[in-house]
């Protein structure tokens, strides 16, 4: 029981949080498209073509 828990928080899929999180990160010019994890990478671009950002995405 207590093992399911842990597993279920480790593998928790809080995607769309994190590829808002990386295009802000990507547009304040913290990070760079390359940065961004495989698993969020065509979240994070979506994102950024909606905010007219589409030149960051490489």
């Known amino acids: 029981m207590i093992l399911q828990f842990i597993i279920k928080i480790l593998f928790r899929k809080d995607v769309k949080e994190m590829a808002v999180i990386y295009a802000v990160l990507i547009v304040k010019g913290k990070k760079?498209?390359?940065d961004v994890p495989e698993k969020i990478k065509?979240?994070?671009k979506e994102?950024?073509?909606d905010l007219d950002c589409s030149g960051m995405v490489q």
Request: hydrophobic fraction near 65%.
């Open 32 to 34: 760079d498209f390359a």
């Open 42 to 44: 065509e979240q994070v």
């Open 47 to 49: 994102l950024l073509i």
